[in-house]
Every structure is written in structure tokens, then in C-alpha cells.
């Protein structure tokens, strides 16, 4: 029996049947039969996964840095200077790596309302990563020397903010690839960058805001 030859789909759907070639299928019976074991069994694809074990394992290390801020603020108290200094260095970080999801989102807004292209959304992600990635990098090591104060629930939220904006950052890297990659992207895929997308919001507003609430 001829092979036939088998392609992954464009998308990272699950569905890939055998090919529906007329005459292709053997005749009912025994005859049938014996065709039939000589027909080659095309294991349905494995759905890609959104993100993979890998990139999920990274995602989570960034709360690993962040936890090791945590216990550096708790140790450092840093003359009125460097606080100072740390405030300012502080705020250009939100304006550097909020301002920079804010633009990517922006674009993914544009497009959901059919204004712009889904390529576009993923050349700004990329192109925004380093900004995105210095912004909170750098609120992360200026917030270690602003003297937080963990007895406080909103801190603990704020810090726990950071923590879903730095895992999240990582899977929408992940994600934004994957959807530069395809031609048709899946809906599971896109559903998954849009999900993404507002969790990432969220968690850069709520912080800003607790940030805000905090200041001194
Ligand atoms: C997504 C990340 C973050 C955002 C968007 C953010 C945002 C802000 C904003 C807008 C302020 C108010 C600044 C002002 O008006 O002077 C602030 C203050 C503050 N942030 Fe953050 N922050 C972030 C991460 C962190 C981290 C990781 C820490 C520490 C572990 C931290 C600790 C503080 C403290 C202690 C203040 C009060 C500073 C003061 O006025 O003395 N922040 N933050």
C-alpha cells in the first residue's frame, strides 16, 4: 500500500485524520480485512501545548528572583539618599516597563477591534520585550531598597502583583512566539495570549496602584 505523506497541521489543533483518498478505504470483509492490517495507523498529533514544562519552569523562577528581593529589602536600610535615589529610579521603571505592556496591549486592543494585524501585536511584543523586562527588573532591585513594609496586606498583594506580572511576562513570551510562528493560529492559542494579555494588566495596575497608595 502506498504511503501517504503525513503533515502537522498549520495550527496546534488535534484534529488530523487519515487521508480521505476515494478508494483508499479496503473492502468490507475478509479481504477487508487483510487490507485493512496493512493500513498504516496515523496516531492522532499531540495537542501543542500552550507553554511548554520548560518555559513553564522559567516562568515560576522568576519568583525565585523575586523572592530573593524580598529577603534583600528585608536586610538592607539604605541611608535617606540612596531611598531618594531608589524612589526616582523606581518611578522611571514604571514609566519604562509599564508604558511598554501598555504599548503592546494597545496594539492587541487595535486589532481586536479589527483595526490592526495580529502580526503587528506580535513584532510590538517583541520588540518591547527588553523595555518590558528592564522596567520590572529594575522595580524589583529599586523596590528592594524603598524599605517595604511586609506588614502591610496591600504590600503583600503588591508584591504578590509582581509575581504574576513576572510569570505571565515569561508565558507571553512563550505564547507571542508561538503565535508568530502560525499562519492560522489556533483559538486556544489566541484565547491564551488575550487571557494573558488582561492578567498582565491587571497585575501592573494593581501594583502601580498599591505602589501609589504606599508612597511616602
Ligand atoms: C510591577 C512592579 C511594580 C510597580 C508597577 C510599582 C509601582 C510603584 C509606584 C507607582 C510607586 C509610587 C511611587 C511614588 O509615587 O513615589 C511605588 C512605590 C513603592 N514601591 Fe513599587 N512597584 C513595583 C514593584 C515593587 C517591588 C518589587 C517592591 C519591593 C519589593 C516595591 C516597593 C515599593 C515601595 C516600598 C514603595 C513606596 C516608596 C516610598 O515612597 O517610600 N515596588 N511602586
Same mark, same amino acid.
Given at each position: 500500500m502506498r504511503s501517504w505523506p503525513r503533515r502537522r497541521p498549520a495550527s496546534d489543533g488535534a484534529a488530523l485524520t487519515l487521508p480521505a483518498v476515494a478508494g483508499a478505504l479496503p473492502p468490507a470483509g475478509p479481504a477487508g480485512q487483510a487490507g485493512l492490517a496493512g493500513l498504516a %495507523? %496515523?496516531?492522532?498529533?499531540?495537542?501543542e501545548p500552550i507553554v511548554t514544562r520548560?518555559? $513553564?519552569a522559567l516562568a515560576f523562577s522568576t519568583l525565585i528572583v523575586l523572592a530573593g528581593v524580598v529577603l534583600g529589602s528585608a536586610l538592607v536600610r539604605p541611608p535617606p539618599a540612596v531611598h531618594t535615589a531608589a524612589q526616582f529610579v523606581? @518611578? *522611571?521603571?514604571? %514609566? @519604562?516597563g509599564l508604558g511598554s505592556v501598555l504599548a503592546v496591549d494597545w496594539f492587541g486592543l487595535r486589532w481586536q477591534l479589527g483595526k490592526g494585524t495580529l502580526r503587528e501585536v506580535v513584532t510590538t511584543a *517583541? *520588540? /518591547?520585550a527588553v523595555p518590558i523586562w528592564l522596567g /520590572?527588573? !529594575? @522595580?524589583? $532591585?529599586? !523596590?528592594? @531598597? $524603598?524599605?517595604?513594609?511586609?506588614?502591610?496586606?496591600?504590600?503583600l498583594v503588591k508584591v504578590a502583583m509582581?509575581?504574576?506580572a513576572g510569570v505571565v511576562g515569561v508565558l507571553a513570551l512563550a505564547v507571542s512566539r508561538r503565535l508568530a510562528a502560525r499562519t492560522t493560529p489556533s483559538r486556544r492559542l489566541l484565547? *491564551?495570549? $488575550? /487571557?494573558?494579555a488582561a492578567t498582565s494588566q491587571l497585575a501592573w495596575w494593581t501594583a502601580t496602584v498599591i505602589g501609589f497608595l504606599n508612597r511616602s
Open positions: %495507523v %496515523v496516531a492522532r498529533p499531540q495537542r520548560a518555559e $513553564l523606581h @518611578l *522611571a521603571c514604571v %514609566v @519604562l *517583541a *520588540a /518591547l /520590572l527588573g !529594575g @522595580l524589583m $532591585l529599586s !523596590g528592594m @531598597l $524603598l524599605s517595604p513594609d511586609y506588614a502591610s496586606t496591600i504590600t509582581v509575581g504574576v484565547r *491564551a495570549g $488575550l /487571557l494573558m
